[in-house]
Nanobody
Framework: QVHLAESGGGLVQAGGSLRLSCLVS????????MAWFRQAPGKEREFVAA????????EYADSVKGRFTISRDSAENTLDLQMNSLEHVDTAVYYC?????WGGGKYDYWGQGTQVTVSS
């Protein structure tokens, strides 16, 4: 069984930075496509970024391109999301996900989420 645990959320002022981390246990992180999603109050969950098994290809939502960077550490079995130039609209619960998401596939495993609040 795969378990995902996010950390690193918090309160930050607009323009600031945060780094989220997701510890993967149960399987090697390279087994899966890995992604970050987020859900703001009253809104549907949305895709933020992904890093795929093959070639560590990355993909970003247009709203975060140039500001967020996704990375993984196979030795530590962790997935990170570096978030810079944060905006109030980035306020959400951020979720780590693992699965086979390439080409519209499905993420089967999810963490509990970590709250990110950006004050304007």
């Amino acid at each position: 069984q795969v378990h995902l645990a996010e950390s690193g959320g918090g309160l930050v002022q607009a323009g600031g930075s945060l780094r989220l981390s997701c510890l993967v246990s149960g399987r090697a992180i390279g087994t899966y496509d890995m992604a970050w999603f987020r859900q703001a109050p009253g809104k549907e969950r949305e895709f933020v970024a992904a890093i795929y098994r093959v070639g560590a290809v990355t993909e970003y939502a247009d709203s975060v391109k140039g500001r967020f960077t996704i990375s993984r550490d196979s030795a530590e079995n962790t997935l990170d999301l570096q978030m810079n130039s944060l905006e109030h609209v980035d306020t959400a619960v951020y979720y780590c996900a693992a699965g086979y998401g390439w080409g519209g596939g499905k993420y089967d495993y999810w963490g509990q989420g970590t709250q990110v609040t950006v004050s304007s």
